[in-house]
């Protein structure tokens, strides 16, 4: 069974810092890209960034460029978001999830609130 | 980056209904498009993937086509855990978009 746990969350003064980390079981986790999602209070879903399965292919929303990072350490099965200089827009619930083909986001996790205030 | 957009922003319907939701890209996206459903305080639910294929477990009364730029997302006869949020997805650009979202709603 195909299993995602995020961690890390909390609450974060702006211009703060803040880790989530995402936990995988149950699948090849280096065989897969991985992502990051937000859903904001009352709003919609916004894809924040991918990364592939080496590692060495990364991609950010035009929001997060600069200020966030994803890496992955495929030995331990956990994909990461550091993510600085934290705005209040930034407040929202993170999901993590595996892409599979065509790029559809298969699997999710139950997700991270983070709260910049 | 590629814009999506839903129509309509919210609709109400009742049990029975047949629903449409269509989403529009700002370019052609080919099949990239995937569809989701989205309960509140639950983790988004993958319906169907590169614009008509239903992913494992997912109820047939839930279809989808399309190809470049025009969508639609159809649930046949709605039922009741059916309300929700849907929302489309594009994957064709290495920078990837969500649709605004379509609540379905009681009506």
């Known amino acids: 069974e195909v299993l995602l746990v995020e961690a890390g969350g909390g609450s974060v003064q702006p211009g703060g810092s803040l880790r989530l980390s995402c936990s995988a079981s149950?699948?090849?986790?280096?065989?897969?890209?991985m992502h990051w999602v937000r859903h904001a209070p009352g709003k919609g879903l916004v894809w924040v960034s991918r990364?592939?399965?080496?590692?060495?292919?990364?991609s950010y929303a035009d929001s997060v460029r600069g200020r966030f990072t994803i890496s992955r350490d495929n030995a331990k099965s956990t994909l990461y978001l550091q993510m600085d200089s934290l705005r209040a827009d930034d407040t929202g619930v993170y999901f993590c999830?595996?892409?599979?083909?065509?790029?559809?986001?298969?699997?999710w996790g139950q997700g991270a609130l983070v709260t910049v205030s | 980056d590629i814009q999506m957009t839903q129509s309509p922003p919210s609709l109400s319907a009742s049990v029975g209904d047949r629903v449409t939701i269509t989403c529009r890209a700002s370019?052609?996206?080919?099949?990239?498009l995937h569809w989701y459903q989205h309960k509140p305080g639950n983790a988004p639910k993958l319906l169907i993937y590169a614009a008509s294929t239903l992913h494992t477990g997912v109820p047939s009364r839930f279809s989808a086509s399309g190809y470049g730029t025009d969508f639609t997302l159809t649930i046949s006869s709605l039922q009741p855990e059916d309300f929700a949020t849907y929302y489309c997805?594009?994957?064709?650009?290495?920078?990837?978009?969500f649709g605004q979202g379509t609540k379905v709603e009681v009506k």
């Open positions: 999830s595996r892409g599979g083909t065509s790029g559809r986001n298969d699997y």
């Open positions: 997805q594009q994957t064709y650009s290495r920078v990837e978009t």
């Open positions: 370019q052609s996206i080919e099949h990239y």
């Open positions: 149950g699948f090849t986790f280096s065989d897969y890209w």
């Open positions: 990364i592939n399965g080496d590692g060495n292919d990364i």
